[in-house]
C-alpha cells in the first residue's frame, strides 16, 4: 500500500507517540499558526499548503477584526513555522475569463496542476460558490469563472486529469450555514466548464455513523495511492450544543473516484484540544490540506481548529488504508 507521486524528503514529521493506537496522531506543538500571527487578523484557519521551492507555500484563511473573510498567501521552510503575508491575495483576471468578483473568499485549497499553483476557495458571487485561481510563483496571482452556481462549497480539485478530464469535488449547499451536505464529482475539459455531475457520498445514518450523520465535505486534495484515490474529508454531527466537525477518510475508485471503495466508521480526530473545542466556532476539526512523500507513506493534514487557528496531525498511509478497511462503514 504506498502512495503514487514524488518523494517529498522534508515532509513535516513527528513519530507517533509510544501511548498512541489510533492511526493519526496530533503534532505536540499544535496549533502550529496562531489566531493573530499577522496584525489584521481575528482568526487564521482552515488554509492550504504546497510543496514550493526548497520549502512550502500555503493559502490562509484570514478573517479580520472586521470579521471580514479573505485569503492571504504564507511561506515556510519546514512546512510548520510560518509566515503570513499581512495584506489579501489581489487577483488579476485571467486571460481568456471574464470574470472577477468576489464579495468574500474562504477555505481554500490548493493543488499543483503542470506548472500552475490552483486555488480553489468559496466564492461570494450572490451567495456561496467555487472560486478559482491560479498561480506559478506566488506572487502574481490570476482569477477565473466561478467553477459552479451558487449555492456551493469546498471545491476540491484532483491533482492529475482523469481519462483526459480534470475533476473537481463539491459540495451544493445553500446561502447559509448549511444544516446538510453530500459530496458530488464534477468534470471539465478546461476547469472552465463544468458538466457531468455525479453523486460520490452522502450522510450516514445516525445509527450507522453518528458524526457524520448531518453534512460531509471534501477536505484536502486527493492522494493518488496503490489502492485507489485517498481522501480525508470532514464529516457533521448536530448535537445539543450545536455542530461538531470532525475527520474522516475515504478511498474513491481509481479510474471512476464516483465510486466509493471504503469509508471510516468512526472518524479519525474529533475535537478534543482546547484549539479545537474552544474558538469562534466551537468543537471543529475541519481539513483542507495535505503533504505526502512517496518514498517514506508518511502524510500530514492540515486543519482548522474551532475556525480560530490552524493545526496538523501525522499519519503512514500503510497504516491508514488497513485501519480503513478494518473499520469500513
Request: charged share 20%.
Amino acid at each position: 500500500m504506498t502512495i503514487i507521486g514524488q518523494p517529498l524528503k522534508n515532509i513535516p514529521w513527528e513519530e507517533k507517540p509510544e501511548n498512541c493506537n489510533e492511526p493519526m496522531w496530533r503534532y505536540s506543538k499544535n496549533p502550529i499558526i496562531p489566531k493573530n500571527a499577522i496584525p489584521s487578523s481575528n482568526s487564521i484557519f482552515n488554509s492550504a499548503v504546497v510543496p514550493y521551492e526548497d520549502g512550502f507555500a500555503g493559502v490562509f484563511r484570514c478573517d479580520t477584526k472586521a470579521r471580514l473573510m479573505n485569503i492571504n498567501a504564507g511561506f515556510s521552510k519546514d512546512g510548520l513555522n510560518w509566515q503570513i503575508e499581512h495584506h489579501p491575495i489581489e487577483f488579476k483576471q485571467a486571460p481568456g475569463h471574464d470574470f472577477i468578483h468576489s464579495d468574500y473568499k474562504y477555505d481554500p485549497r490548493v493543488v499543483q496542476l503542470d506548472d500552475k499553483y490552483y486555488i480553489q476557495w468559496c466564492n461570494g458571487y450572490h451567495g456561496p460558490t467555487i472560486g478559482m485561481g491560479y498561480t506559478e510563483d506566488f506572487k502574481e496571482y490570476y482569477q477565473m469563472e466561478n467553477a459552479f452556481m451558487p449555492y456551493n462549497r469546498n471545491g476540491v480539485l484532483f491533482p492529475r486529469k482523469i481519462d483526459g478530464m480534470y475533476m473537481m469535488l463539491s459540495r451544493p449547499s445553500d446561502n447559509g450555514h448549511t444544516p446538510f451536505g453530500d459530496i458530488w464529482l464534477s468534470k471539465s475539459p478546461d476547469l472552465k466548464y463544468w458538466g457531468e455531475h455525479r453523486f460520490v457520498m452522502g450522510t450516514a445514518s445516525f445509527e450507522e455513523s453518528a458524526w457524520q450523520c448531518t453534512k460531509i465535505g471534501a477536505g484536502p486534495a486527493p492522494i493518488e495511492t496503490s489502492e485507489g484515490w485517498l481522501l480525508f474529508y470532514h464529516g457533521v454531527l448536530h448535537s445539543c450544543n450545536g455542530f461538531v466537525y470532525a475527520m474522516g477518510v475515504a478511498l474513491l475508485d481509481i479510474h471512476d473516484p464516483s465510486i466509493i471503495i471504503a469509508r471510516s466508521k468512526p472518524y479519525l480526530l474529533t475535537p478534543e484540544k482546547d484549539y479545537e473545542c474552544v474558538g469562534d466556532v466551537h468543537n471543529v476539526i475541519f481539513p483542507c490540506a495535505a503533504l505526502s512523500d512517496a518514498e517514506t507513506g508518511r502524510i500530514v493534514v492540515y486543519y482548522g481548529g474551532a475556525d480560530t487557528v490552524v493545526g496538523c496531525a501525522f499519519c503512514k498511509v500503510d497504516e491508514l488504508i488497513p485501519w480503513l478497511f478494518e473499520n469500513n462503514l
